[in-house]
């Protein structure tokens, strides 16, 4: 994969500025935390850009998928059909109910995808990160 540059990092800080700042707590919302990833072939492993957990992870170098609440990617240049197609099939396997993708077009786009009772990902929204950033988390994390 592409290392993240200086825009994946400005964008990723903002996330999580906006994040703790609405009150989640420091120790929830984590940066580049792996992520164990259970698999028909055995357990593999992701580390998300952004990860909100409903409590601090135990740690290790890869925690469990059971308290994860969301996973966020930030597309780099390369990363597109991973961060589309297979991250999507992979964190929707292990049940992680939220998966936002950020785009790096112009807007920034962000895709809001969520859990369905199929076990794929609905799309729940999609909008500009400026747009995200003005309303609370709570709006899109229930």
Do not use: C
Not at 11 to 32: D, K, N, T
Not at 50 to 64: E, I, M, Q, Y
């Amino acid at each position: 994969m592409p290392l993240p540059d200086s825009e994946h990092a400005i964008i990723a800080s903002r996330l999580f500025a906006w994040l703790i700042m609405a009150g989640w707590p420091a120790e929830q919302v984590l940066q580049a935390v792996g992520v164990r990833i259970p698999g028909p072939d055995g357990d593999g492993g992701r580390i998300p850009d952004l990860s909100v957990w409903r409590k601090p992870p135990a740690r290790g170098v890869w925690s469990n998928v059971a308290d994860v609440a969301l996973v966020i990617e930030i597309v780099s240049p390369g990363s597109e059909a991973m961060d589309a197609v297979t991250k999507v099939r992979e964190y929707a396997s292990a049940g992680i109910p939220r998966y936002w993708v950020v785009d790096r077009d112009g807007a920034q786009t962000v895709t809001l995808h969520e859990l369905a009772g199929d076990g794929r990902y609905a799309e729940r929204a999609r909008m500009p990160l400026a747009w995200l950033l003005q309303t609370p988390p709570a709006d899109h994390l229930d």
